[in-house]
């Protein structure tokens, strides 16, 4: 599959759910290189991996995606945390 900018958890999503399940010992946070819910659509690799293997996830791209960005919804900052 060619790579498509914005839609790279469409092209990397199945292997990498298929490594997991080869994992014996799981782990308790998964850092991605991409996006997370900064990504323009809301949902970049790393919060669709989170969701799909029930793990907390961070984003950790090396480059910005054009698009425009909110806050979450709890109305606050992440410092309110």
Do not use: N
């Not at 806050?71 to 945390?81: C, N, T």
């Amino acid at each position: 599959m060619p790579y498509i900018p914005g839609f790279l958890s469409f092209r990397e999503t199945p292997v990498i759910l298929a490594a997991f399940e080869k994992i014996v010992r799981v782990p308790d946070i998964i850092i991605v290189d991409g996006q997370g819910i900064a990504h323009p659509r809301g949902l970049g690799i790393a919060a669709h991996l989170g969701l799909l293997l029930d793990t907390p996830a961070i984003g950790c791209a090396k480059s910005h995606l054009f698009g425009v960005y909110e806050e979450p919804g709890w109305g606050g900052s992440i410092r309110d945390l």
